[in-house]
């Protein structure tokens, strides 16, 4: 199988951490502007994971994930892009 066999798909991943500078509830109120949930759902979506990763957006667009990466980081989260290999059938 080659490269070409494969299609990628980007996920903007949180790692359960807070960028420095920024505090839980500065954060809070940020992801509840950018995602108009409430405290409590944020805290169940984002803050209650035992294994701290928490896939934010899936997509197979780069330009589209840096998007959301950008967004969630000015947010005050420590995110990151991880590409994602499927096999064609």
Do not use: C, P
Request: proline share 0%; charged share 30%; net charge positive.
């Amino acid at each position: 199988m080659s490269a070409v066999d494969k299609a990628v798909n980007y996920s903007v991943v949180f790692m359960g951490e807070i960028v420095t500078g920024f505090n839980k509830a500065q954060v809070l109120k940020n992801l509840s502007n950018i995602t108009r949930l409430s405290n409590e759902d944020i805290e169940k979506k984002f803050f209650n994971k035992a294994a701290g990763r928490v896939v934010i957006k899936k997509t197979s667009n780069l330009d589209k994930a840096r998007k959301y990466h950008g967004k969630f980081s000015r947010a005050g989260m420590a995110v990151g892009i991880q590409m994602d290999f499927e096999d064609i059938e």
